[in-house]
């Protein structure tokens, strides 16, 4: 019996092994979960969008995959749901393994899925107003450069921001990018030794962060829940770049992209961005392993109910864990972030699927392990010194920042995917190759219409703007025409935002952007 079992499982991994094939489902794996920074002119060092890119590299691949070096995504996804996830499921793991172990079968090659489309334009266009930083060449040699850049916006009012959207200068060397607000324009430029982590002024608040493939921070802006940040006359935005080892001699210079809710719009609900758990004042013995904590309010608990949107844990190159939640006697924990291994390298803002409600008495707590000992391959001293907090790369940080507001009823309610994309209507620019929509934006569904009638073989697929895959459309072979109901595979309704058409028609790849809103 056992080993009739055994011969089954056996039949029945290789059935399912199998079956995986390039143009089956790892072509469009590939494309969902490595293209956004493995595609030409993207920051991975290797383009693996193509079966003659990936082949080559299948050793390491399986190995980056097994270890979960690769796609980086630090936060624990069974401590907290957050919106742009970017690990492999258990499932996805499996079939790429099982790809490789067998041999990497390419499947036919007509029926390889159309791909994403990259653009280095915008992707919510031209917004009111662009803040750039100057033409920077990179100085990494040996180390990553860190410098930091604090430019003017020259407003002359307050205005609210709906929107923001990091355009890197290039996309071949911006490792990451945090945007700040000063608003008193006191922070300065500082690319002089190249370890610029972050602003000197507490007042400087962090407003989003950039890694590859990252989406605008779309806030939702319309009824039920408008949301915005104030930036005030006279602020300026710093930027923390972050360019990484074999960039020396490339340069950069990248923008950012504010949109603004029209002057006098009321009944928007004011979002803040914090570092609610800090702690500024500590040194980490050389040679030991250190764990600190910090929470926020330092006595009792919050005095009002609110609601979070994300979190952002930042430490510097020894931290080697960071957790953060909220908690009350005799109820359940909110859980915020869990990050098992920190890697200084790949930080961001983590939005949460659905807000989180801080209830009145909460207190939230940070928890940080640092290790200040040989045994840490990042850290900078060799051998190890005492290290204190500071705003330099080589000193250290504790941070967990949010973006929170007062809370009101039914938040916890909003699924935010849905709302994050909501409501920015004005663009859509550019590129005819002949193929037509209509209308374009679109509420209910879109009419396409192409040059000549499809073939069979030809092949079209919808993906989101941030490269996500959507659904695949089916036309009537011998037609000019078809129809995309704005629905995604599983045929439920999207959400609102930029989406684009990606086409491969006798085997020629086309590429069009569709605009969907409510
Ligand atoms: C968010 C960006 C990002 C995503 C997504 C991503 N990678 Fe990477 N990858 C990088 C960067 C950057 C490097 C360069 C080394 C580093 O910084 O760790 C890299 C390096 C690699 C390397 C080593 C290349 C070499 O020449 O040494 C492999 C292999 C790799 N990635 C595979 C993958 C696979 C497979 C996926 C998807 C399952 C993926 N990556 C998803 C950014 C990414």
């Known amino acids: 019996m056992k080993a009739l079992f055994i011969l089954f499982s056996i039949l029945f991994v290789q059935f399912t092994a199998k079956s995986q094939t390039w143009s ?6 590939f494309y969902d979960k490595c293209s956004k920074c493995h595609h030409p002119g993207g920051l991975a060092p290797v383009s693996l969008m193509t079966y003659d890119e990936v082949s080559p590299m299948s050793t390491i691949i399986s190995q980056y995959i097994t270890n979960d070096e690769m796609p980086p995504w630090p936060p624990d996804n069974s401590y907290q749901e957050y919106l742009h996830t970017r690990s492999l499921s258990t499932t996805e793991k499996t079939t790429v393994i099982n790809w490789l172990n067998n041999g990497l079968p390419q499947g036919n090659s007509a029926a390889i899925p159309p791909p994403p489309v990259y653009t280095n334009n915008t992707i919510l266009g031209n917004g009111d107003l662009t803040v750039q930083i100057p033409t920077y060449m990179s100085k990494a040699t040996a180390n990553d450069d860190y410098v930091c850049f604090s430019v003017p916006t020259y407003l002359t009012q307050n205005r609210i921001i709906k929107a923001v959207e990091v355009v890197p200068g290039n996309r071949e060397i911006v490792h990451h990018a945090l945007i700040f ?50 930036i005030g006359p006279g602020s300026n935005i710093y930027f923390a770049m972050h360019y990484p080892v074999g960039s020396y001699g490339e340069f950069d210079s990248t923008k950012v992209i504010l949109h603004f809710y029209p002057p006098g719009t009321t009944n928007i609900r004011q979002i803040s961005a914090g570092p609610l758990i800090s702690n500024n004042n500590f040194t980490l013995p050389a040679n030991q392993v250190t764990n600190l904590t910090a929470q926020y309010p330092a006595n009792g608990g919050v005095p009002t109910n609110f609601s979070v949107l994300s979190v952002f844990p930042h430490m510097h190159l020894l931290g080697e864990n960071i957790k953060a939640y909220a908690y009350k006697a005799n109820q359940d924990t909110i859980k915020f972030v869990n990050i098992p291994h920190w890697d200084f390298h790949w930080q961001d803002f983590y939005f949460f699927r659905n807000l989180q409600k801080v209830a009145t008495g909460y207190r939230i707590k940070g928890e940080a392990k640092y290790d200040n ?4 391959p990042h850290n900078p001293n060799s051998p190890p010194l005492n290290v ?25 309610n909003y699924d935010l995917e849905e709302l994050m994309s909501a409501s920015l209507a ?15 934006p679109f509420r209910e569904s879109v009419q396409i219409e192409f ?3 499809l073939e069979s073989g030809d ?12 659904c695949k459309l089916n036309p009537l072979i011998g037609t000019k025409e078809l129809t995309w109901d704005g629905k995604n595979s599983n045929r439920e309704n999207i959400s609102s935002g930029v989406y684009y058409l990606s086409a491969r028609i006798k085997g020629k790849v086309y590429s069009k952007k569709l605009l969907k809103f409510d």
Do not use: R, W
């Not at 610029?196 to 802006?221: D, H």
């Not at 204190?388 to 916890?412: A, C, K, R």
């Open 181 to 230: 607000i000063d608003p008193s324009g006191i922070e300065s430029t500082d690319t002089l030794d190249g370890l610029c982590a972050s602003p000197s002024n507490a007042s400087t608040k962090l407003v989003i962060g950039y890694t590859p493939g990252a989406s605008p921070m779309i806030l939702p802006s319309v009824i039920p829940l408008a949301l915005g940040m104030d």
């Open 24 to 29: 089956g489902e790892v072509a469009q794996l």
């Open 388 to 412: 204190s907090s500071g705003f330099n790369t080589t000193d250290e940080m504790f941070l967990v920042y949010f973006h929170f507001m007062p809370y009101m009823n039914g938040d916890e």
């Open 426 to 440: 004005e663009y859509l620019p550019e590129d005819p190759n002949g193929i037509m929509t209509f209308p374009n």
């Open 459 to 470: 092949l079209l697929s919808i993906y989101s703007s941030a490269g996500d895959f959507i």
């Open 451 to 453: 040059k000549e009638p």
């Open 373 to 376: 000992t040989v045994n840490n």
